[in-house]
């Protein structure tokens, strides 16, 4: 059973930085496309980041690029999300999830983390 378990959020001051985790476990993370999704209060999930595999090419969403890098470490089967200058825009529930396709869009991963909450304060 494939199993995604996210870590790392919090409360953060306007500015700050955050690193989330994501363990991928019952799945080779190696042969997984991986991404992170967030879900802001009464709105829909949005595409954050993606990583791809085997050489780790990626794609952001504008409005954190620049801010935000996602990496992997296959032999500690993660995949994190470094959030740099964080705004409280960036308020929501974040989500990792996992695929086999290089896609941005959430119905193409098969795989969904629990999230974790991250708050931005003003």
């Known amino acids: 059973q494939v199993q995604l378990v996210e870590s790392g959020g919090g409360l953060v001051q306007t500015g700050g930085s955050l690193r989330l985790s994501c363990v991928v476990s019952?799945?080779?993370?190696?042969?997984?496309?991986v991404g992170w999704f967030r879900q802001p209060a009464d709105r829909e999930r949005e595409f954050v980041a993606v990583?791809?595999?085997?050489?780790?090419?990626?794609e952001y969403i504008e409005s954190v690029k620049g801010r935000f890098t996602i990496s992997r470490e296959n032999a500690k089967a993660s995949v994190y999300l470094t959030m740099n200058n964080l705004k409280p825009e960036d308020t929501a529930v974040y989500y990792c999830a996992a695929g086999t396709q290089f896609k941005t869009t959430a119905a193409e991963f098969d795989y969904w983390g629990q999230g974790t909450q991250v708050t931005v304060s003003s």
């Open positions: 019952g799945r080779t993370l190696s042969s997984s496309v």
């Open positions: 990583i791809d595999r085997p050489f780790g090419r990626t």
